[in-house]
């Protein structure tokens, strides 16, 4: 199954880095206003095409519409371009994430940026990797640590009371566009805590694995342990998680 993710992510990224840069590239709307391009739609078509390929009668959930096998008690969930926007206007940060749930319980993520070759994957109680080495998250606290801020469309009621709040925890804050790529880097130590709000499971359900197989933290807003079907997540090294729930829930 792991081998099986790993191609599917990489198929999506070559689809990707044909589409990346293209300044003619179409960019449409969706209902919740965020935009989709060709690139995602055909980057979803490869990955689950790699899938059923291996395994058909698996259930398939994707961000572009694919919905297989409900059913089923295995169950792939796809983002094939986390950080469309970052994407389209040529921001190098983004990837896309697959996840694989067993009855409702993730035991596979992968998340790889093509552009900077950055493969991450986790399995359950195997640990984390980044380009097939062993991450763990990093032991800073908030005072010398960086936050991000990621948002779902029509759910940034908040983002900008928190951001200015969070200076009173944490020395850096950024948003950086992509919910994946973001929970990776706080697998790898490159970033201490984030927080998600009004997110789809195809944002995290891979990266918050590769978080918490990295040794790091990740719960809902309220600090319970966080789920398939959550919306609101903090994911933390750990030594800064109660400065996120306090900043969450102030």
Not at 33 to 44: N, P, Q
Not at 82 to 106: H, K, M, Q, Y
Not at 160 to 180: H, I, N
Request: net charge negative; proline share 3%; charged share 25%.
């Amino acid at each position: 199954m792991r081998d099986v993710a790993i191609a599917a992510a990489k198929r999506a990224g070559e689809v990707a880095k044909t589409y990346f840069e293209q300044t003619t590239l179409e960019r449409m709307t969706k209902d919740d206003k965020s935009f989709v391009t060709i690139a995602d739609k055909e980057a979803e078509t490869a990955i689950v095409a790699c899938i059923r390929d291996a395994y058909p009668d698996h259930g398939i959930v994707g961000e572009e519409g694919t919905a297989l096998n409900p059913d089923s008690p295995y169950q792939w969930i796809i983002d094939p371009i986390d950080g469309t926007t970052n994407f389209v206007n040529g921001i190098p940060i983004f990837g896309t994430s697959i996840a694989l749930a067993e009855r409702r319980e993730v035991i596979l993520g992968v998340v790889y940026n093509p552009v900077t070759d950055s493969l991450f994957v986790a399995e359950k109680g195997k640990g984390a990797t980044y380009n097939g080495k062993p991450i763990h998250v990093s032991d800073q606290t908030g005072e010398k640590g960086l936050v991000t801020f990621g948002f779902g469309a029509g759910h940034d009621v908040r983002r900008d009371e928190l951001f200015v709040s969070a200076r009173s925890s944490f020395k850096s804050r950024r948003t950086l566009g992509s919910s994946a790529i973001e929970l990776c880097y706080v697998a790898r130590g490159g970033i201490e805590a984030t927080i998600m709000q009004g997110l789809s499971s195809w944002d995290y359900a891979a990266g918050a694995l590769i978080v918490t197989e990295a040794g790091g933290m990740v719960t809902e807003h309220s600090g319970a342990p966080w789920r398939i079907d959550s919306r609101h997540l903090i994911a933390s090294n750990g030594i800064t998680h109660e400065s996120l729930k306090e900043l969450v829930q102030g």
